[in-house]
């Protein structure tokens, strides 16, 4: 009956790993491919133990990697943080519980209904996160976002828990001294992350803040540029005007004020987009799309409701809805180089949306919004579409998208 309590306790622990990785990334929650997953490493570690070879935390941590790459198909460098920061976050957990039990009861692991019961109590406290958190969704964007500062305070945790096993396996005891020790780690780790998590928000908010200093600025000295060419075109009508009685100036001067319109209507001149921001951002997409040779069109209405969306925020929205339609286009024949964008309000919703023509290699829409999946080469593609969801999820807004064979639609919605 050994084999059978070794499967079942392992196929607990492999099980509370995917609801960590579920709490992670939302791709994650996928019951058939979690229990895929939870019954062929609970027989690898059972056959493991049958045979008397001791797998520690490495061994998990490697198994963990291969079944997210054979089974989510991600690349080997995600599939191994993720590995890494699941993995560690659950044995942390575990290494905190089990002292207590430990030192409560220091037989407490020689029983096995008791260590069944204690398992089945770890996954019913992760199934609990894991239901907070796919209502609120922020753990997922956080995590995306700092995953570099994730990895640090990860990999100490591996070194305490390592150490702490360490010790147990050469002592056999539970000494209090150690447990307050591993405890203090796990806090000041704790705290650390959030002094690295902090640091980084502050200089994203410092880059935010200059890219909005810019924008804005270059918006200005357009809007200045342009009421200075105007001054000059209203002096040189009011030069042609000054003699009434000269029919001659007087048809020129019409011929000159037909020509004025006809060159700011084919110039596309600045528009006021009824936010100053936003107007920046589209003088700032315009330029890019004139150097691209991108048909630039835009379509903006005034809105009684407001975009619930901070400076900083509007600014990473509406520029990476546009980026993701200019880079869609800028390699097609000239003809099909067009992006249409409009903002606009119909039955009490804010929407914004980009019209462009669709790329030959296209995913599909659900893949379109995971992060890293695009059909440019490069590094560090395929995160635009995912950041533009994050945004919009986290102010209770949608993300629609809709193609035929001739165009995609992006669409951003906030009631």
Avoid at 24 to 52: G, V
Avoid at 231 to 248: F, M, P, Q, T
Avoid at 274 to 286: F, P, T, V
Avoid at 367 to 376: C, D, F, H, P, Y
């Amino acid at each position: 009956m050994t084999y059978i309590y070794h499967f079942t306790a392992s196929g607990l622990e492999v099980f509370t790993i995917c609801c960590m990785l579920s709490i992670l990334r939302q791709n994650y929650w996928n019951i058939k491919k979690i229990i895929s997953i939870t019954i062929i490493l609970s027989l690898i570690t059972t056959l493991l133990d049958e045979w008397e070879i001791d797998i520690n935390i490495g061994g998990n941590l490697l198994l963990s990697a291969v079944m997210i790459k054979l089974f989510y198909h991600y690349k080997v460098f995600e599939a191994v943080f993720d590995a890494v920061c699941s993995v560690t976050l659950v044995a942390t957990v575990e290494m905190l519980t089990t002292m207590i039990c430990c030192y409560i009861d220091p037989l407490f692991f020689e029983d096995e209904k008791k260590v069944l019961i204690y398992l089945v109590g770890i996954v019913a406290f992760f199934l609990m996160i894991l239901k907070a958190t796919r209502k609120r969704k922020k753990i997922w964007f956080y995590y995306q976002k700092y995953q570099s500062s994730i990895w640090v305070i990860c990999f100490n945790f591996i070194l305490i828990q390592l150490a702490e096993m360490y010790n147990w396996n050469q002592t056999e005891t539970m000494n209090i001294s150690i447990v307050a020790l591993v405890l203090a780690a796990v806090i000041s780790n704790m705290l650390l992350a959030f002094k690295l998590i902090k640091n980084q928000q502050q200089k994203e908010e410092l880059n935010k803040q200059k890219e909005l200093m810019e924008l804005k600025e270059s918006f200005l000295q357009q809007m200045a540029a342009e009421q200075h060419d105007f001054a000059k075109h209203l002096r040189a009508i009011k030069s042609l005007l000054n003699v009434s009685e000269d029919r001659e100036r007087r048809s020129e001067a019409a011929a000159y004020v037909e020509e004025l319109i006809a060159e700011r209507e084919g110039k596309k001149s600045m528009m006021y987009a009824g936010d100053g921001i936003l107007s920046a951002i589209l003088h700032d997409k315009r330029k890019e799309a004139e150097r691209k040779g991108v048909a630039f069109h835009v379509l903006a209405r005034q809105t009684e409701k407001k975009l619930p969306l901070s400076q900083t925020e509007q600014v990473e929205l509406v520029g990476n809805l546009l980026d993701n339609a200019f880079e869609a286009v800028e390699r097609m024949e000239t003809e099909r180089r067009k992006v249409f964008f409009e903002i606009g309000e119909r039955r009490g919703t804010v929407f914004l949306q980009t019209i462009n023509s669709l790329p030959e290699e296209s995913p599909a829409a659900e893949q379109m919004l995971e992060r890293g999946v695009s059909t440019k080469r490069g590094h560090l593609r395929g995160y635009g579409l995912a950041n533009v969801k994050n945004i919009v999820e986290a102010h209770g807004g949608r993300l629609e998208i809709q193609k035929n064979d001739e165009i995609i639609v992006i669409r951003v919605l906030f009631q």
